[in-house]
């Protein structure tokens, strides 16, 4: 058997009751986190091209977010992945370096609209997308991106097509062409880091596009390869120089549910940057380092992974010194430097005033970088900061397990917080708690109807003005010098 025929096998007609109440359970929370960060997106206009353009396509069953109006599956499942990771503010499947909720929750809501299925049913669905995209993952964490492509642009595409494939009920022939299909939807430059611009956002909501439009081709007769994945030209050899083969499944523990180990972010940045956020603020908290008092340290120094270097410390003139909210998520120095001054890291850290803040400039100068293979990684993010000062003192804080790995979880009351301050600002906080019980109701048969509605309901158009600028809206981060 092929990788896909493996994958077929083993999870596309899975029947619903083989889904433990406890995986429909997380996946739900995964719902209520994405939900956030995208309603957060959407009401202060990051990440809304594709809302737009969607908005222009007449009309269809699945709610465009934040919109309160309906779109086709295909259109809504573009945008909403877009507003989803819009601001790197979406979790992350550490082990498999994928950001499997951005793909996975659109293509699930979409279809789950479209095709009238149960609460527990798109949860079942979305479980076996994030199977899907944390093997494929597992089998080459890192490559992908060393070789120009982002993983969860790539693989994510097939995490979709799970998902569509399982909604739209093909065949197990079909939905093997389907994979087939998708591999030819797959893509995602990295090029975005040349110059901050916006085009990272694009890459999971193109994804579940793709992984629609493959299973709607196959069930069209439509056939793609069975080798898709460990063929002379397939997914692996052709984007991460990678020679892989169905027997490397075996060293996987595939009954492992891997929705368990998706991460929420506490902060609105490239996960890379994370760890040293945490540890600077554990260093200004005991005092070890002071904004006020930032002419005494001479260097900061940061001890992490090689897998971090080329996302958020080089080029090292272009992290120092930020032009686009972009550029500023995928600099550690910048980041860093905006948590030493305002002692957090939130959404509104990366307004234009912020970006150019002329302390925040002058202490990025001084974080430098060591390579070291830190054993934590990739199953989380760790990351060592030490601080020098004039007279010779020195004082470090070492994360071992970023704040949302499995290590090191935020809680359900955690997550509740963060969906809150993404939207209450905007929704309203009434109607803001209403759409997380209804998104807390789904593992039950017959949620899915107040679920809809009340995301149909989620109206940020409605009343307010067009322009909606970010430091106008309060989503501060609500988890300073947690470590």
Known sequence: MTISEILVDRWHRLPLSAFPRSVLQRTALCFEDTLAVSLASASIGVGTAASRVAA??????????????????????????????????????AASIMHSSAVVVPTAIALGEQQSVSGPEMLAAAAVGYQVAAVLGRLAPGPFQEHGFQSTAVLGTFAATAIAARLLRLTTAEAVSAYGIAGSMASGLMEFLSDGSDVKQMHPGWSAHGGIRAAELAAAGFKGPATVFEGRFGVFRSFARVSTDASRLAELQLDHWEVEDMAPKPYPACLCVHPQVQAVLELRARGDIDPDRIDDVTEIRCDVPHFYVPLVYEPAAAKRAVRTPYEGRFSAPYCMARAIVDGTLGVASFAPDKLSDPRVTAIAAKVTYREEALPEFPRSFPARVTVEKRDGARATAYVAHNLGSPANPLGIEQIDRKFLDCTAAALGESTARDLILAIRGLPLVGSESTFFGRLRSADLTSGRQSETRVDQVVLASQFEGSV
């Open 56 to 93: 222009r396509s007449g009309t269809g069953p699945a709610t465009l977010w934040g919109t309160g109006r309906g779109v086709s599956a295909g259109e809504a499942s573009m945008a909403n992945g877009m507003l989803a990771h819009a601001m790197d503010y979406d979790d992350l499947h």
